[in-house]
Nanobody, 126 residues
Framework: HVQLVESGGGSVQPGGSLRLSCVVSGYRHSSGVCAGWFRQAPGKGREGVANIWTADHTTYYADSVRGRFTISKDTAETTLYLQMNSLKPEDTAMYYC???????????????????WGQGTQVTVS
């Protein structure tokens, strides 16, 4: 049974930082899996924030977060992280981690790329 469980959300003032974690269980990320973070603000659609391709750890960021957020994975390939710095009120959203089941190219921020999703963790910046 595959599970993705996010944690680390909370409330923070503008300019602050948070680190989100996503623990993956039930399957092991093989080389070439695409893993990412998405967010959804109230009244808006879900948008891709950042992703990482496990084959070579190539990363990609949405323009809105590039330079402020950093995505990474642990060496055991069981936990995905999102370090968020210089947070802004517009970063307020529910954040979700997601992962493809198998090798996936291209590894992009289209929702169709991902097979497994977590339940989300709330981030509020105010």
């Amino acid at each position: 049974h595959v599970q993705l469980v996010e944690s680390g959300g909370g409330s923070v003032q503008p300019g602050g930082s948070l680190r989100l974690s996503c623990v993956v269980s039930g399957y092991r990320h093989s080389s070439g899996v695409c893993a990412g973070w998405f967010r959804q603000a109230p009244g808006k659609g879900r948008e891709g924030v950042a992703n990482i391709w496990t084959a070579d750890h190539t990363t990609y960021y949405a323009d809105s977060v590039r330079g402020r957020f950093t995505i990474s994975k642990d060496t055991a390939e069981t936990t995905l992280y999102l370090q968020m710095n210089s947070l802004k009120p517009e970063d307020t959203a529910m954040y979700y981690c997601a992962s493809s089941a198998w090798y996936r190219v291209p590894c992009d921020l289209g929702q169709h790329t991902y097979d497994y999703w977590g339940q989300g963790t709330q981030v509020t910046v105010s």
